[in-house]
């Protein structure tokens, strides 16, 4: 699994779309999952402070299915709007206007 106790960040999340790419669960700081149009409980589980993080890996570990569900989700949040045609088809689009 994949933890990222940020508070402070910026950029695209890589190590999340790595995660997501990989299958592994995600538990992050809202703030490190700033952007990434990612909802708690669907593609990843949010934590705002040590007992949440402690609370979101014990789910991880005693809920069944759960792991299953947020990496599917994460996949498909992926491949929705981080793989690489998506991008170059957007991109060429904002060319287009120009």
């Known amino acids: 699994m ?3 106790p ?4 910026s950029g695209v999340r890589m190590k ?5 790419a990989r299958g592994v669960p995600v538990v992050s700081t809202p703030a490190g999952a700033q952007g990434m ?3 708690d409980g669907r593609e990843l589980l949010l934590a705002r402070d040590p007992q949440d993080f402690a ?3 014990h789910r991880l570990h005693t809920e069944p299915g759960l792991i299953e569900h947020l990496t599917t989700s994460g996949r498909r ?3 929705a709007n981080h793989d ?3 991008v170059a088809a957007s991109l060429s689009d904002v060319y287009a206007l120009r």
Not at 16 to 20: C, N, P, Q, T
């Open 2 to 4: 994949l933890v990222v």
């Open 6 to 9: 940020l508070h402070v960040a």
């Open 16 to 20: 999340i779309l790595e995660a997501w």
């Open 37 to 39: 149009d990612a909802t």
């Open 55 to 57: 609370l979101a890996l």
């Open 77 to 79: 949040t992926l491949a």
């Open 84 to 86: 690489p045609r998506t």
